[in-house]
């Protein structure tokens, strides 16, 4: 169930799951988003850009880290329509034909996958 997040920068994520409210501390939390049971949560110092994304389960434990996709930087989580959660992520090198890409957590191999342009 996808649910009302609030985000207080650098502190903590809260939202409303089936079985109501919950708050998670996370240290740096820039921003987030909650698909079923999982919690996404990228991090970022006060002047930088997001730098880490961290999953979490329904019980609040850390159920993967991931850097950015090599050649990227995080920029922010939005919705997907195929793949639930996305991880929008900026090409680092002007060269790259498009700017921004979807990318999407593949649980099983616990890691980023790239879906397709962000427009």
């Known amino acids: 169930m996808d649910g009302l997040m609030t985000v207080r920068k650098g502190e ?20 987030a988003y909650a698909q079923g049971d999982l919690l996404f949560v990228l991090t970022a110092n006060p002047t930088d850009l997001p730098h880490r994304l961290s999953v979490f389960g329904p019980d609040g434990m ?12 995080f920029q ?3 919705r997907h329509t195929e793949a639930g959660v996305s991880i929008v992520c900026a090409a680092g090198n002007p060269a790259e034909p498009w700017p921004d890409w979807h990318f999407g957590y ?3 191999e ?4 790239q879906l ?3 427009y």
Do not use: H, I, K, N
């Not at 089936?18 to 740096?28: A, I, M, Q, S, Y």
């Not at 850390?62 to 930087?73: D, I, K, T």
């Not at 616990?110 to 996958?113: D, I, K, R, S, T």
């Open 106 to 108: 593949d649980p099983e």
């Open 62 to 73: 850390r159920l993967a880290e991931l850097p950015s996709p090599p050649g990227f930087v």
């Open 116 to 118: 397709g342009r962000a």
């Open 110 to 113: 616990g890691a980023l996958v």
């Open 12 to 31: 903590s994520v809260s939202w409303v799951r089936e079985d109501g409210p919950r708050t998670l501390l996370v240290p740096g939390a820039d921003s």
């Open 76 to 78: 922010y989580l939005s």
